[in-house]
C-alpha cells in the first residue's frame, strides 16, 4: 500500500523559505512521476510542480517558476518543495501526489493515483 506523508509546513513572513518533505513508502518508486498540489481557501486545487523520479526531469507551474525547487532524495524515497522568496498568495494545504505511469508527467491531479493528507503553509504579509 503506498504511503505518502508531507511534512515542513508552517507560518513564514512574506520573503521567507520552507522546504516540503513527502515521503513515499509501499512501492518502488523508479517509474513514477510524483507531484505538488496546492489548495488555497476557496480555491481550486492547482498544480505546483512535477518530478520524473527515473531521469529527475522537473516541471512547474508558471506561479512558482524560479522561486520553488522540486528534488527527490533516491536513497530515502523522498520528495522535496524547496519553496523560496514566498508570497501570501503562496498560501495554502500542499499535497504530495504519486503517479504511476510517470513517464508522463501531469499537471492534472485527476491523473495522479495515490495522495498524501496535506500540510498547511502560511505566508504572512
Known amino acids: 500500500q503506498v504511503q505518502l506523508v508531507e511534512s515542513g509546513g508552517g507560518l513564514v513572513q512574506a520573503g521567507g523559505s520552507l522546504r516540503l518533505s513527502c515521503a513515499a513508502s509501499?512501492?518502488?518508486?523508479?517509474?513514477?512521476?510524483m507531484g505538488w498540489f496546492r489548495r488555497a481557501p476557496g480555491k481550486e486545487r492547482e498544480f505546483v510542480a512535477a518530478?520524473?523520479?527515473?531521469?529527475?526531469?522537473?516541471y512547474y507551474a508558471d506561479s512558482v517558476k524560479g522561486r520553488f525547487t522540486i528534488s527527490r532524495g533516491d536513497a530515502k524515497n523522498t520528495v522535496y518543495l524547496q519553496m523560496n522568496s514566498l508570497k501570501p498568495e503562496d498560501t495554502a494545504v500542499y499535497y504530495c501526489?504519486?503517479?504511476?505511469?510517470?513517464?508522463?508527467?501531469?499537471?492534472?491531479?485527476?491523473?495522479?493515483?495515490?495522495w498524501g493528507q496535506g500540510t498547511q503553509v502560511t505566508v504572512s504579509s
Open positions: 501526489a504519486a503517479k504511476r505511469r510517470g513517464m508522463v508527467v501531469a499537471v492534472l491531479g485527476h491523473e495522479y493515483d495515490y
Open positions: 509501499g512501492r518502488t518508486f523508479s517509474s513514477y512521476a
Open positions: 518530478i520524473r523520479w527515473n531521469d529527475g526531469n522537473t
